[in-house]
């Protein structure tokens, strides 16, 4: 995955084989760890608990445990805490192992500590999960593009629909934080790593353990339920659901981790000189987005800990009949869906508004008024969530408080979209690829965020809500807005990440067919959503049949487009042009180190004397601390300054 | 140095003077300054969305026949207006900044730094009010429909509506009707209360502007006024299981004697039928199918 | 302090840049604190909604079940299995939960003892002394939660209060267990010498922790004793 011309301190080689067992970990030991406990404690709970009550909910819980415990005691994520537990702390050498010197490409492979390495390895994992995701989403039109389709039973389609959503949602969360702020945020702030590297790369090999047990939903039965599993239907469910909460389990364990190594890493970790004010705008939105996500994350776990004793063990928290109810799980979910959504906005959008910098050549415009807009949204965020209920009929005195709350989160997003266009205000545009995202993005984002407004009044809501209409809106929001940020991301980072640039001939081409036929799918959903089409059917009224059409043939052309922008990356990545250091001009730390970026980043720690959006401003008189030997560092200075 | 708001002199409404040969001021007309040029633009977007609020729900949406879903469409028609020129100035700067700004025929280096514009107050300020005055008056226009629609007069009609997998049942208390039809009478206010048997289920009809779920061991209520004769189809909102997509009941609204006549064709006794709507109706109606003798707040001639 | 010294982490896992003689103690220490307390956002935020939980499903009651108010004889309830019920489920004994509370507020106090033992370079005998009986008591807190799951006077199926009682039995026997495994690591490296010479850190580290589940207990203890 490197391109090396000079030979890279993690490649040369670490000395005589010591340190043991542990450095034979990898991926196929974790695998083979895993699938062993797995086996054994299916085995012991199948002897013990099977035939009573909830047996099979049990076993299934207890077995896909064992799989996540195992695959992780295989590839190495508990040694930092076990080794702790009995006085024996790495060494040196241990940790320079740990961060891949001497391993070549097979340390993407292993439990690696180097942040940049765990930053391309959660690139390749999230484009695995839209794969997954949007085959599922072009089985689901394949379904819709009839009234009566016997394309897929209705138990697989719920399934199908359940399991496309929750991927989308997993991949969207960590799109930008996973990718991104692990291999770009550390080399912004001018340090050498992330606060918690060994945390940091348990945080990726978490969630990948998570990806079998969501897929195992497919063969225990399916889950009737969509991604929201609503109680009491999903208490109902066939066992699938215990590996769908126990998935959400690690995966919410996983983001809250971190979340915390993000925001411990930004706030203890700057170079000198990098005060909070001076830091790239992206910076604070992964910062913000993740001190959300610690507040959303444990209600998740919240929310299925109590779904899998309901199911396994016989509590009544969601069984009505026994004095549960589900309003208690539309409650907890929402308390988490509702940030979760800003989660996933606020990282892209922040990246996005780097990429707005770089190729408008002018400052940040209202880098504090961003800053705050970021900060009233995740504020605003929390005392939304019953806006997802106006219809449940749970609390009706308290709709018009979160009408009010819900609305009022207009305000700052609107502040936003002002920075945005004024950044863009003057400036020489320079419409490379990137640039083309940010576009589509405004474009998106507004037709997402002013159809959310209706579905915010509570009248029209109760004309709107689980209608397709909602189904438009969020992925006008999510992929229309958030994923097209994070699109405009990986392109700008991409010579950085890879060494290579990507080619936009064919870039372009993937992005019109991209942008065209995301219209054509979502204002053909819009259309079947003011017909009166609900959502997640199967089979629909023949009214609805032309929307659908729309729909479905825009589906298909998007999926062309995304694949040809895969092929695109996957190409470049191995047979594109070398990058240069900095082929955007741009002033952030990460493009003044050599691509590719050496261990630890800067051979000589950086020195900051301003913030980086000092385009257009005369150069900054030197500071008195002496600059580092420019042949030190080739491509630029040492500190942001201009 | 930190970045703040500063005001930068001949920006924010863009360039609107011309320096000309002499220290006078000339002032360029309109549509040739940035701000006329994005104005046009604005114009165009603004227009197009006004257009598109009033003719795309009309064409699109089932037709409404209730009080609350006209308020609900209007809603959606008069934020689609208030929305519509914020949503304009957003693309119209966005258009205007590719047409005079991108940097034409640059391929590989970066273009030149352009004006270090770090902010700008009173610009900030200005959209700050107008978008939370937008907000205040979205917000003050939902309460009030929101406020008309809780509405529940005396002597409104009761419906019993049990949701179950994968079936609606409607029941009128006092006529021991029950049907998987639901029938209402014109210009008479409903109140609907729902439950369901088993999993959660959403009571939903979009011509109807009705959506509450139904919930196991709980009643739900909601409000609506027949203002419309027509038909409309009950559907299941909230995924229920296998057989979601087949959960949806006919429904028709009908002026009061046909309804009192539905009421007595479904078991209901001549008395009961009567009270329930509000009409007169005798044995000789049910042989020949009309009610003519009317009670109360009825329309004449039902 | 010499390179190889404690490398802190609490639960999650904490650890070392590469090449970490380059972060000074103080800025390891910085880094570490601000995770804990991050952590115990998090937490909070948990207990939060137990706490929530609590009491929505007690003040709903739906079908007068939280625990079991309607069932009679004449009119009997069943639980989930089709069983019927004629009586109210009857409350915990709140001994096993003041005890465990009680264990764990003694455990957060020996974990101080020893965070004060080392930083007053007290011997590495007293600070051994104050973490083992903390792993004591905390595995006693572990023993008697255990043992209350069999003395229960009812079972989950019967009702809410019956099910969030237990969840909160469950959520005090994890808390507990895992801080049994951070108290049998520092009495492992305590004996091994790491606290003798005043590095106290991550011996605070592990007092706060333990003080932040000993007042979340205690708080669901008393919720969970008065508010049947």
Redesign the interface.
């Known amino acids: 995955m490197t391109t090396t011309a000079t030979p890279l301190l993690e490649d040369t080689p670490l000395g005589p084989e010591a340190g043991g067992l542990y450095r034979h970990q990898n991926i196929v030991t974790g695998m083979v760890a895993g699938i062993v406990l797995a086996f054994v404690g299916w085995l012991i709970s199948h002897a013990l608990l099977q035939g009573s009550n909830w047996g099979t909910d049990m076993v299934v819980t207890v077995t896909m445990t064992c799989w996540v415990i195992g695959f992780n005691a295989g590839i190495g994520t508990f040694n930092g805490p076990f080794r702790w537990l009995t006085d024996n702390d790495q060494t040196p050498e241990d940790e320079l192992y740990a961060a891949g010197v001497g391993q070549g490409a097979k340390r993407y492979w292993k439990f690696c500590t180097d942040h940049k390495v765990v930053g391309t390895q959660y690139l390749v994992l999230v484009m695995v999960l839209f794969a997954v995701g949007g085959t599922l989403g072009m089985m689901i039109r394949t379904q819709l593009i009839t009234p009566h389709s016997s394309f897929m039973t209705p138990q697989l389609y719920n399934t199908v629909v359940t399991v496309h959503g929750m991927t989308m949602i997993a991949a969207t969360i960590i799109m930008v934080t996973g990718p991104f702020t692990n291999f770009i945020m550390p080399i912004m702030i001018g340090a050498k790593d992330m606060a918690f590297p060994r945390l940091n790369a348990a945080s990726f090999w978490v969630v990948f353990s998570a990806v079998p047990c969501l897929l195992a939903v497919f063969f225990l039965g399916g889950v009737n339920a969509g991604w929201t599993t609503y109680a009491p239907l999903s208490v109902q469910d066939p066992p699938a659901m215990d590996t769908f909460a126990l998935t959400i389990l690690v995966f919410a364990a996983s983001v809250t981790l971190a979340g915390v190594n993000i925001i411990v890493t930004i706030v203890t970790m700057r170079a000198e000189g990098m005060t909070m004010f001076r830091l790239p705008i992206f910076t604070w939105g992964s910062m913000l987005g993740s001190a959300l996500g610690l507040y959303a994350m444990p209600a998740f776990i919240m929310a299925m800990v109590l779904m899998i004793t309901d199911r396994a063990t016989g509590t009544s928290f969601y069984v009505a009949a026994q004095g549960g109810t589900g309003w208690l799980w539309e409650n907890i979910f929402w308390i988490m869906g509702h940030p979760e959504v800003y989660v996933i906005l606020i990282p892209p959008v922040a990246a996005m508004l780097e990429v707005v910098v770089t190729f408008s050549r002018k400052p940040l415009f209202g880098y504090v008024i961003v800053i705050a807009a970021f900060v009233a949204i995740d504020a605003l965020s929390i005392l939304v969530w019953a806006h997802h209920m106006f219809t449940t009929g749970w609390a009706p005195d308290l709709s018009g408080p979160f009408m009010l709350t819900t609305e009022l989160i207009s305000i700052p997003t609107g502040l936003l979209f002002l920075c945005i266009i004024g950044t863009l205000w003057k400036g020489k545009i320079w419409t490379r690829l990137p640039m083309f995202f940010v576009y589509l993005f405004l474009w998106n984002f507004i037709i997402g965020g002013v159809t959310g407004i209706y579905l915010s009044d509570v009248p029209a809501d109760g004309l709107f809500h689980n209608d397709m209409f909602v189904t438009a809106h969020f992925h006008y929001t999510l992929m229309g807005g958030a994923m097209m940020a994070a699109t405009a991301a990986l392109c700008y980072w991409f010579p950085k990440m890879t060494g290579k640039m990507l080619n936009e001939r064919i870039g372009k081409v993937a992005f019109w067919i991209i942008a065209v036929a995301f219209q054509v799918t979502y204002l053909g959903m819009f259309w079947e959503g003011f017909e009166g089409m609900p959502r997640r059917v199967a089979y629909y009224d023949p009214t609805f049949l032309h929307a659908n059409q729309m729909a479905t043939v825009g589906a298909y052309a998007l999926i062309l487009g995304w694949l040809l922008l895969l092929y695109d990356i996957i190409h470049s990545w191995r047979n594109g042009t070398p990058a240069p250091a900095n082929p955007w001009g741009a002033k952030t730390l990460e493009w003044k180190v050599p691509t590719p970026v050496p261990l630890e980043n800067f051979v000589v720690e950086p020195v900051v004397t301003s913030d980086p959006y000092t385009y257009g401003e005369p150069e900054k008189v030197p500071s008195a601390k002496p600059a580092p030997e420019p042949e030190l560092i080739p491509g630029g200075g040492g500190g942001g300054g201009a | 140095?930190?970045?703040?708001?500063t005001v930068e002199a001949a920006?924010g409404d863009g360039a609107g003077v011309a320096r000309g040969a002499g220290d006078a001021e000339i002032p360029k007309p309109l549509f040739s300054r940035?701000a006329g040029k994005i104005l046009v633009i604005w114009l165009i977007f603004t227009a197009i969305g006004i257009v598109l609020a009033l003719v795309?729900?009309k064409h699109?949406?089932?037709p409404m026949l209730t009080k609350?879903?006209d308020?609900?469409?209007t809603?959606?028609i008069f934020?689609?207006i208030m929305?519509a020129p914020?949503?304009a100035l957003?693309?119209g700067?966005?258009a205007y900044?590719?047409l005079a700004?991108?940097?034409r025929g640059?391929r590989d280096?970066?273009?030149?730094?352009?004006?270090?514009?770090?902010?700008?107050a009173p610009?900030?300020i200005v959209?700050?009010c107008v978008?939370?005055l937008l907000?205040i008056v979205?917000?003050v226009?939902?309460?009030a429909?929101?406020a008309a629609?809780?509405q529940a007069p005396p002597g409104a009609l009761r419906v019993d509506v049990t949701g179950q997998q994968w079936l609606w049942t409607f029941s009128y208390p006092g006529t021991g009707v029950s049907s998987r039809s639901l029938v209402l009478p014109l210009n008479r206010p409903v109140q609907f209360d729902?439950t369901s048997n088993?999993?959660?289920h959403?009571f939903?009809s979009?011509?109807l502007?009705?959506?509450?779920?139904a919930?196991?061991?709980?009643v739900?209520?909601?409000y609506a006024t027949p203002n419309k004769l027509g038909k409309f189809?009950v559907?299941?909102?909230?995924?229920?299981?296998?057989?979601?997509?087949?959960m949806y009941a006919p429904g028709a609204v009908v002026r009061p004697g046909a309804f009192a006549l539905w009421l007595y064709a479904n078991g209901a006794s001549l008395r009961a039928a009567s009270l329930d709507a509000k009409v007169k109706m005798t044995r000789a109606d049910t042989a020949t199918g009309q009610v003519t003798a009317a009670v109360g707040a009825t329309p004449a001639g039902s | 302090m010499t390179l190889t010294a404690e490398h802190g982490h609490e639960e999650p896992a904490g650890g070392e840049p590469p090449h970490g003689h380059h972060q000074s103690p103080a800025q390891r220490h910085r880094k570490e604190h601000l995770a804990l307390w991050l952590f115990i956002g998090g937490d909070v935020v948990f207990v939060a909604l137990m706490i929530f939980t609590w009491f929505y499903t007690r003040a709903l009651n739906t079908n007068g079940m939280w625990r079991g108010a309607n069932c009679t004889t004449a009119n009997p309830c069943t639980d989930g299995l089709g069983n019927p019920l004629t009586h109210q489920v009857p409350t915990a004994n709140p001994w096993y939960g003041v005890v465990v509370a009680v264990l764990i507020v003694v455990a957060a106090l020996l974990a101080w003892s020893a965070e004060r033992s080392s930083r007053e370079r007290a011997g590495r005998g007293t600070i051994v002394t104050s973490t083992t009986c903390a792993l004591v008591a905390l595995l006693a807190a572990v023993v008697v939660q255990c043992y209350e799951f069999g003395a229960l006077p009812f079972t989950t199926i019967v009702g809410t209060y019956a099910s969030a009682y237990e969840f909160f039995m469950g959520s005090a026997l994890t808390h507990a267990l895992l801080l049994s495994f951070l108290a049998l690591g520092f009495l492992i490296r305590s004996r091994a010498g790491r606290y003798d010479d005043g590095q106290w850190y991550q011996l605070r580290l592990y007092r706060i922790f333990a003080v932040w589940i000993a007042v979340s207990i205690c708080v669901l203890t008393f919720i969970s004793t008065v508010f049947t």
């Open positions: 140095m930190t970045s703040g708001p920006q940035p795309v729900p699109t949406f089932p609350e879903g308020t609900g469409v809603t959606v934020f689609t929305a914020v949503a957003v693309y700067i966005a900044s590719l700004w991108r940097q640059q280096e970066p273009p030149e730094d352009g004006p270090p514009l770090r902010g700008n610009v900030t959209w700050l978008t939370s907000c979205l917000l226009w939902g309460l429909a929101m629609d809780n729902v088993d999993v959660t959403g939903w979009m011509s502007g009705v959506q509450v779920d919930n196991p061991d709980v739900t209520t909601i189809t559907q299941c909102s909230q995924l229920c299981g296998l057989y979601h997509s087949f």
